[in-house]
């Protein structure tokens, strides 16, 4: 299983860190994925960072905003989230894919979701 965490409410221009952290595998052995869904939208892929070179990849959305990282020693995956804007408002979920596709067509497991809202 994935679990995600660091979800909650931050102001318009603030920053969260979410985590995704595993106890039944180990994530570098995956390409681990953020995924985001809105009320009312379909899911979208974030970001990715590969289990092979730790290539990165990021929705144009988010690019120069967000970064996302891997602990090997923590068997975590991070997802650092800056300049935070209210359309970034969404349940965020992690995900293990075999390579980075972002495209929940390809993901093997799923997280349960952290909620980032955005207000002021």
């Known amino acids: 299983q994935l679990v995600e965490s660091g979800g909650g409410l931050v102001q318009p221009g603030g920053s969260l860190r979410l985590s995704c952290a595993s106890s039944?595998?180990?994530?570098?052995?995956?390409?681990i994925d953020w995924f985001r869904q809105a009320p009312g939208k379909e899911r979208e892929g974030v970001s990715c960072?590969?289990?092979?070179?730790?290539?990165?990849y990021y929705a144009d959305s988010v690019k120069g905003r967000f970064t996302i990282s891997r602990d090997h020693a923590k068997n975590t995956v991070y997802l650092q989230m800056n300049s935070l804007k209210p359309e970034d408002t969404a349940v965020y979920y992690c995900a293990a894919e075999t390579y980075c596709g972002l495209s929940p067509d390809y993901v093997n497991y799923w997280g349960k979701g952290t909620l980032v809202t955005v207000s002021s």
């Open positions: 039944a595998f180990t994530l570098e052995y995956y390409a």
């Open positions: 960072i590969s289990k092979d070179d730790g290539s990165t």
